[in-house]
C-alpha cells in the first residue's frame, strides 16, 4: 500500500485526494459523471476508493486512458467532439486541450462573421434565446429611480423658470 497523497496533478490540474475517484475526475474540464463513471468501472477501479488512496500505476491508467478514449471502445456519443473539424473524426478533449479548442472555434466563426461570430463578438446570446429581459452582463436592466427623479426636478425647474 502506498502513501496517501492528499493532491494529485492530473492533465495540469490539482484533484483533490480526499474526494472519491468518480467525484475527483469530474473536476476535470471535459470529463463528467458519467464518463468519470464509465471510465471507473471499464478500468475495474473500486468507486469507493479515495483518489488519494490510489497507486501511481492506477492513475497513470487513468491518465492514459484519458489521454485516449477511443482505444477503450467508449461509445461515440460519449465524446465531447463527435465530429472534428481538423479529423473528421468523433475525438475526446479535456482540461486545456478542450479551451483551446472552443476558443478557435469562436475566432473561426469570428472570421467568417458568421451569424453566430457577430453575436458572439458582440457579448449576446448566440442560440437562439430571448434577449429582451436576460443576459445584460452587468448592463443595467430595468430604468434607475434616480434618473427618473433627476429628470422629474429638471422639468420642474424648466417649467418654473418659463
Avoid at 486512458?65 to 472534428?84: A, E, H, M, T, Y
Wanted: charged share 30%; net charge positive.
Amino acid at each position: 500500500m502506498s502513501e496517501f497523497r492528499y493532491i494529485i496533478r492530473f492533465q495540469g490540474k490539482d484533484l483533490d485526494g480526499r474526494k472519491k475517484v468518480i467525484q475527483a475526475l469530474s473536476q476535470l474540464k471535459g470529463v463528467g459523471l458519467n464518463l468519470a463513471t464509465y471510465l471507473v468501472s471499464t478500468l475495474k477501479i473500486d468507486a469507493d476508493l479515495r483518489m488519494g488512496a490510489l497507486s501511481t500505476d492506477q492513475t497513470s491508467e487513468i491518465e492514459q486512458s484519458l489521454k485516449d478514449l477511443s482505444k477503450l471502445g467508449f461509445p461515440s456519443w460519449l465524446f465531447n467532439r463527435s465530429k472534428d473539424l481538423a479529423t473528421g473524426t468523433g475525438i475526446h478533449l479535456i482540461a486545456s486541450d478542450l479551451a483551446f479548442s472552443i476558443k478557435s472555434d469562436i475566432d473561426r466563426e469570428r472570421n467568417l462573421s458568421s451569424w453566430r461570430g457577430v453575436r458572439h463578438t458582440y457579448g449576446l446570446k448566440v442560440r437562439g434565446q430571448r434577449t429582451r429581459c436576460t443576459g445584460r452582463k452587468g448592463r443595467s436592466v430595468g430604468v434607475k429611480k434616480t434618473t427618473l427623479r433627476e429628470q422629474a426636478k429638471a422639468k420642474e425647474t424648466a417649467a418654473k423658470e418659463s
